[in-house]
């Protein structure tokens, strides 16, 4: 069973930047064949797609609105996966949740919009609020 662990975020002051990580267990990176991909959802909005990173590559993917601004990475031996963010605007401000898919490259499976239905593990997820 796959688990996983968000940390980080927090009230960030616009133009700041912060990082999240994500622990997890049950799914090793950068052996297991699979996806992580970030999401996030504000107050009155549905979920959607943020970023990307391949677990047994390094293959990210990006929304426009975040692009140039965020970087996945992950660091395989502590088997967590890290979105870094900055010069970030107050429309970033959103719960973040990171999730795991199998067997699932980042071109398949990761786009704007809604999570696709393959991710099946999810942390509990993580606030980040963008405000002065």
């Known amino acids: 069973q796959v688990q996983l662990v968000e940390s980080g975020g927090g009230l960030v002051q616009p133009g700041g930047s912060t990082r999240l990580s994500c622990v997890v267990s049950g799914f090793t990176l950068g052996v297991d064949y699979g996806t992580i991909g970030w999401f996030r959802q504000a107050p009155g909005k549905e979920r959607e797609g943020v970023s990307c990173i391949g677990s047994d590559n390094d293959n990210t993917f990006y929304i426009n609105s975040v692009k140039g601004r965020f970087t996945a990475s992950k660091d395989s031996a502590k088997n967590t996966a890290y979105l870094q963010m900055t010069s970030l605007k107050p429309e970033d401000t959103a719960v973040y949740y990171c999730?795991?898919?199998?067997?699932?490259?980042?071109?398949?499976?990761?786009?704007?919009?809604?999570?696709?239905?393959?991710?099946?593990?999810w942390g509990q997820g993580t606030q980040v609020t963008i405000s002065s």
């Open positions: 999730a795991a898919v199998r067997l699932r490259r980042v071109a398949s499976i990761c786009r704007p919009g809604p999570p696709d239905r393959e991710f099946d593990s």
